[in-house]
């Protein structure tokens, strides 16, 4: 009995060892890689309540360049009106005259040329003055002695030129503007507003100056947008001025016509004659 006793006790011994071993194992350093490398590309599939966010691409500035695009398209249209206003309004409209600036005179004037035959002649025309424009514009007739011929002149004095349509020939003449012959609108329309109650003019007196043509013009917007609307669609030529205040006798030596006019107190015969 005792030594079967004695063996159980070393049987329970025994088996409670091998319940507290610890097996030790060792793996290779290259069978498995660290957490820290798992592959970005991996999709990671969430778990239940968890939303799925997938990278998405940047947003490019779309609506800013369509802002800047739509920006720069109304600018460039309202520019366009109204340059095209400006330019149909100046160029091809007649402007309206005020009443008050609109004068339509007949001046007596003697012609020493002429004084023995026929004395006093008259001159009619029709002025419009534009203050605010600075430009004159002058109407003439056929006169009734003949003579001369009918025109259509503009002075410019914003430009400094002087525009001659002479409607006989349907041709037009530029020049410089004279401002020793040709009062300034503010001037000439102070003159003929004394003048309005009456329909003549003081009893005055003629001059001439001669005027040569130089050669065609070309370019029409040049002139300014009054003599280019007067002028458009006509022959144009350039004048030079020469011997004024001096009689011409021989005035059949050359192809030479006139225009009588009247922009200050006396009367102005403009003779105008081609290059030979």
């Given at each position: 009995?005792?030594?079967?006793?004695?063996?159980?006790?070393?049987?329970?011994?025994?088996?409670?060892?091998?319940?507290?071993?610890?097996?030790?194992?060792?793996?290779?350093?290259?069978?498995?890689?660290?957490?820290?490398?798992?592959?970005?590309?991996?999709?990671?599939?969430?778990?239940?309540?968890?939303?799925?966010?997938?990278?998405?691409?940047?947003k490019?500035?779309?609506?800013?360049?369509l802002?800047?695009?739509?920006?720069?398209?109304?600018?460039?249209?309202?520019?366009?009106?109204?340059?095209?206003?400006?330019?149909?309004?100046?160029?091809?409209?007649?402007?309206?005259?005020?009443?008050?600036s609109?004068?339509?005179?007949?001046?007596?004037?003697?012609?020493?040329?002429?004084?023995?035959?026929?004395?006093?002649?008259?001159?009619?025309?029709?002025?419009?003055?534009?203050?605010?424009?600075?430009?004159?514009?002058?109407?003439?007739?056929?006169?009734?002695?003949?003579?001369?011929?009918?025109?259509?002149?503009?002075?410019?004095?914003?430009?400094?030129?002087?525009?001659?349509?002479?409607?006989?020939?349907?041709?037009?003449?530029?020049?410089?503007?004279?401002?020793?012959?040709?009062?300034?609108?503010r001037?000439?329309?102070?003159?003929?507003?004394?003048?309005?109650?009456?329909?003549y003019?003081?009893?005055?007196?003629?001059?001439?100056?001669?005027?040569?043509?130089?050669?065609?013009?070309?370019?029409?917007?040049?002139?300014?947008?009054?003599?280019?609307?007067?002028?458009?669609?006509?022959e144009?030529?350039?004048?030079?001025?020469?011997?004024?205040?001096?009689?011409?006798?021989?005035?059949?030596?050359?192809?030479?016509?006139?225009?009588?006019?009247?922009?200050?107190?006396?009367?102005?015969?403009?003779?105008?004659?081609?290059?030979?």
């Open positions: 009995m005792v030594a079967h006793s004695a063996l159980n006790q070393i049987g329970n011994i025994i088996s409670a060892h091998r319940v507290n071993m610890v097996k030790i194992t060792f793996q290779p350093v290259s069978a498995q890689k660290p957490e820290k490398d798992i592959d970005e590309d991996k999709i990671i599939i969430p778990q239940v309540g968890e939303q799925l966010v997938l990278p998405g691409k940047p490019k500035p779309f609506s800013t360049g802002c800047c695009i739509t920006l720069g398209l109304v600018v460039f249209m309202s520019g366009l009106v109204l340059a095209s206003i400006f330019v149909y309004r100046y160029y091809y409209i007649p402007q309206q005259i005020p009443e008050d609109l004068f339509h005179c007949r001046v007596v004037y003697e012609d020493s040329m002429y004084a023995p035959l026929r004395g006093w002649q008259e001159l009619e025309e029709n002025v419009g003055i534009f203050l605010d424009d600075n430009y004159e514009q002058i109407s003439v007739p056929v006169p009734h002695f003949g003579g001369s011929d009918p025109a259509d002149i503009i002075h410019d004095f914003q430009r400094g030129l002087t525009a001659y349509h002479d409607i006989a020939l349907d041709k037009c003449y530029i020049t410089e503007l004279n401002t020793t012959l040709v009062m300034p609108p001037n000439l329309w102070e003159l003929l507003v004394n003048v309005k109650r009456g329909t003019l003081p009893q005055t007196y003629i001059i001439q100056e001669e005027m040569m043509v130089t050669g065609r013009v070309r370019n029409m917007r040049q002139l300014g947008p009054f003599i280019h609307r007067l002028c458009y669609g006509k144009t030529y350039r004048l030079r001025r020469r011997n004024q205040y001096r009689r011409i006798e021989r005035r059949e030596t050359r192809k030479c016509h006139s225009i009588r006019h009247f922009e200050n107190t006396f009367v102005v015969e403009t003779v105008i004659c081609d290059r030979v």
